[in-house]
């Protein structure tokens, strides 16, 4: 009797912890099947639309969001640089690469809670394509780091991970079936402090 | 040990069932949307800044450079109508149905001499305003969309801070009005 009580109770102990502990862990990582992964970058092209699959769904209703369409743009997000290592605001960063063709797009720094990082004395706390230097082969390379860097640079402040959101605006890749043959650039760790 | 074994194998099924449900349920019981935020700050058809300037803006994913209005809208009350007069470098609109889901968005490309001036409408509103068009809504642009309470997004790119002035005088000129 009491065996048959454990196992019973061992059984919807397993069902309920694992099924709720599993949905969990596959919204805090970004699991979903519609993900676009090119080098660090990941996008979610059916992310916030109604084409998005079940996991993609259930983390969009999990923060109050209102995705970028079609027409709009895409973003792209990096939570690690080329080397595989998780990007950390005590670090400096090169990005340097092909970007796709878009209208304009922009770069800027979030913290682990997705709130944009601002550094005070009036920068800007996003880059974008039509303010940018640029090589005489119309390539761009930033710096992201704490320190300030020649050419391009996107500051950041404090410590920790946070990610690189870089979105494209109006760009025919978000349309196309093809996305995952674009180029984005190398995020390369260049130093870190301490 | 069979029964122990039976047990466990009953435990892993049922842990794929309750994943199941519980992914499924997590949309229709979410409180957090972009829905709730807005229902906060305003009655439908009153456009609210989605990053209010010295405040943390109420969508976390918005764009640093990009300023944004939304208004809520019911298609059971009739058509709604959104323009604002005057230039901006780029905008762009967006439908999203109750749950906040993109379904209909374009750029300033795509519109003629970048005007803008939408009207927001359910199949069934088309046919009638195909019929009988009221002259009002003569130049404006339609969007189909299959709902009946809705968010539209209209996003304005902020190149520079010298933009901003002339941007949010844009975006406050969005009206958003039921017709």
Request: aromatic share 8%; hydrophobic share 45%.
């Amino acid at each position: 009797m009491l065996k048959s009580v454990f196992l019973t109770v061992l059984a919807l102990g397993i069902a309920l912890v694992g099924g709720a502990g599993s949905v969990w862990l596959a919204l805090e990582r970004d699991f979903g099947f519609g993900s676009v992964a090119i080098g660090s970058w990941i996008a979610f092209p059916d992310h916030g639309t109604p084409e998005a699959d079940p996991y993609s769904r259930a983390r969009f209703s999990r923060d109050s969001d209102l995705a970028l369409g079609r027409a709009e743009g895409l973003v792209f997000t990096a939570r690690r640089d080329d080397g595989g290592d998780i990007l950390l605001r005590e670090c400096a960063y090169r990005i340097e690469g092909e970007m796709p063709p878009a209208r304009f797009w922009t770069l800027s720094a979030r913290d682990a809670g997705n709130g944009v990082i601002r550094i005070g004395g009036g920068r800007s706390p996003a880059l974008h394509s039509q303010a940018l230097l640029r090589r005489p082969d119309n390539s761009v390379a930033v710096t992201v780091s704490g320190r300030p860097a020649p050419e391009n640079w996107l500051a950041l402040d404090g410590a920790g991970p946070f990610s690189l959101a870089l979105t494209l605006y109006d760009t025919a890749i978000a349309s196309s079936a093809r996305i995952a043959e674009v180029e984005l650039p190398r995020i390369v760790r260049e130093g870190c402090d301490g | 040990m069979a029964r122990f074994l039976h047990a466990l194998a009953l435990g892993v099924f049922g842990a794929g069932i309750v994943h199941i449900v519980i992914l499924l349920l997590v949309p229709a019981y979410s409180e957090r949307d972009a829905w709730s935020a807005l229902s906060q700050q305003a009655n439908f058809y009153h456009p609210v800044r989605l990053d209010p300037p010295g405040a943390p803006p109420l969508i976390a994913s918005l764009d640093p450079l990009v300023d944004a209005v939304a208004c809520r809208f019911d298609l059971r009350d009739g058509v709604v109508q959104v323009r604002s007069e005057g230039m901006v470098p780029y905008w762009s609109i967006s439908a999203y149905e109750r749950a906040g889901l993109n379904i209909y968005s374009l750029n300033e490309n795509s519109s003629p001499q970048g005007r803008f001036d939408f009207v927001i409408a359910t199949p069934a509103q088309m046919i009638l305003l195909r019929n009988a068009m009221p002259p009002e809504l003569n130049d404006s642009i339609f969007i189909e969309a299959d709902t009946t309470e809705g968010i539209v997004v209209v996003r304005a790119f902020v190149p520079d801070e010298t933009w901003e002035p002339s941007i949010a005088q844009w975006l406050r000129d969005v009206e958003c009005t039921l017709h």
